[in-house]
């Protein structure tokens, strides 16, 4: 809420610094004020959305952490143009003028303030219930709303012009780059992943058998493999669940494009505290990942998943594994529900996907347990397709293991904790919290659904104590 309070108090100051009402008077002046501001505010409002982002560079903020800037922005922006509108409208109106607005450029204007409100609109409204539909809807709208308001003051001389071609020019560059990026990687038969320590970030993967013209964001887990996983739920996951339980085995060709995503700098802390819930382990399992190849491990690490089931454990057996045997990370797994997840039910077997990172060799699609085999391929990604039932608040008792659960060897291993039930999230953070000296810094990071993320970032805020120890919170969200 302060960056938003901040960006409207910079308008509102911006709108009557400086005024020279002897010319022209205070009504038309405003309008025009306005109206530059609003154009100015555009610029704002793209250079925030850039995937691509010089901010990433310089500050620890990548292009997802910027986004609520990018919405607060275009709203204040839409804000600004209708401000504009009104104003001209009603001091055409009073000189008796009301004509003008059917001329050509008015017209241009009238339908760019129609555009940038369904701009807007979707954003607020639709994006909450169908994200492909807001996508293209954004893409459309942004488009058009940039070539009317250039239509609408034409002239180089007053400068309108040049700054929408500036606009359309950064989203043309940031397109540029991403398009590049994504037919690298997709332009022969090795298997090389995006550049970069990739664990914990995220790439946007695109499948064109399954949606041609769209690409989604999933975290990696693992940068070795450029491993994904993938929950399905609706759009292109729920699509693609359906394809590779339609089409066994069946070819695709695939690519990816990024690495995205800022990170605290992990040697800086004494220890660090990793909460995952359901498929928010990917970015808490990838970050575990990264701090032990990229740093050794020489951080401790208290690493807690909470899965609804034990079936679930295949997505990340292997992984777990690992960072238990490095002898720094203290693995704990919580299983919260005895409901076995549709993936691993008879009628609806388990997916594998896999896809060479950089290539046009067509994925693989396996819905049994056996390995996926790739003609050429020495690594490979891999998705595992799984719908997530609801879970029950608290689980009463838990049977043994059937040894069908996908990862018997995890159950088996006594060196990694599996207990029953809901873990008390807030008792946790506390007590590593009062665990720690005075002069130690603690990394908390979490990863997961909406209700775990608030009581993480309200119990850690709830630490903070001048006497120590210092803490910082970094939280990765399901928002696309």
């Keep these: ?64 952490r910027i986004n609520v800037l990018h919405r607060i922005a275009g709203t204040v922006t839409l804000g600004v143009v209708i401000l504009h509108a009104c104003t001209y409208a009603s001091y055409f109106g009073n000189s008796n003028n009301i004509k003008r607005l059917r001329e050509h450029e008015e017209i241009y204007g009238i339908v760019s303030g129609f555009t940038m409100f369904v701009l807007v609109a979707s954003a607020l409204i639709i994006r909450r219930f169908t994200y492909e539909l807001f996508y293209f809807m954004h893409i459309v709208f942004f488009l058009a709303t940039v070539v009317f308001v250039g239509l609408h003051q ?71 493999s450029n491993e994904f996983v993938v929950s399905s739920h609706d759009g292109f996951t729920r ?26 700098n992990m040697p800086s802390f004494d220890r660090i505290l990793m909460i995952g819930g359901g498929s928010g382990a990917s970015f808490t399992t990838g970050m575990a990942l990264r701090v032990l190849n990229k740093w050794n491990n020489k951080l401790p690490i208290e690493f807690h998943w909470m899965v609804r089931h034990r079936g679930y454990f295949k997505w990340f057996a292997d992984h777990l594994v690992e960072l238990r045997a490095s002898g720094k990370v203290n693995v704990n797994i919580h299983v919260t529900g005895n409901t076995p997840p549709p993936s691993i039910d008879e009628e609806k077997p388990n997916l594998y996907l896999a896809t060479p990172p950089r290539s046009t060799t067509p994925i693989e699609i396996d819905r049994d347990l056996r390995s996926v085999d790739i003609e050429k391929m020495d690594e490979i990604e891999k998705m595992e397709i799984a719908s997530q039932p609801s879970s029950p608040a608290h ?51 979490g990863c997961g659904p909406t209700s775990l993320m608030d009581e993480v970032r309200n119990t850690t805020a709830d630490c903070i104590r001048c006497e120590g120890p210092a803490l910082e919170l970094h939280c990765e969200q399901f928002g696309w």
């Design 1 to 64: 809420m302060s960056q938003a309070f901040l960006f409207i108090a910079i308008n509102v100051i911006v709108s009557f610094v400086n005024m020279d009402n002897k010319s022209l008077g205070i009504q038309t002046n405003l309008a025009a004020r306005w109206g530059w501001l609003a154009v100015a505010n555009m610029v704002v409002t793209v250079f925030l959305s850039l995937k691509n982002t010089p901010l990433a560079y310089i500050s620890a903020w990548s292009y997802e």
């Design 154 to 224: 034409p002239e180089v001389a007053k400068k309108i012009a040049i700054v929408t071609c500036v606009v359309g020019g950064l989203w043309v560059f940031d397109r540029s780059v991403r398009f590049i990026r994504l037919v690298f990687y997709s332009v022969n038969n090795e298997a090389v992943g995006p550049g970069g320590d990739a664990s914990g970030s995220h790439c946007f993967v695109w499948i064109p058998g399954v949606r041609f013209f769209e690409m989604h964001p999933f975290t990696v887990v693992s940068s070795a």
């Design 239 to 264: 699509d693609l669940h359906r394809f590779a339980a339609a089409n066994p085995g069946r070819s695709l060709m695939a690519s990816v494009e990024g690495p995205y995503g800022t990170f605290p």
């Design 395 to 445: 689980s009463e008792h838990l049977p043994p293991c059937s040894g069908n659960c996908g990862a018997h060897h995890l159950c088996l291993d006594t060196g990694i904790e599996i207990s029953e039930g809901r873990p008390n999230v807030s008792h946790i953070i506390r007590e590593r919290v009062a665990a720690a000296g005075r002069t130690e810094r603690i990394l908390v990071i």
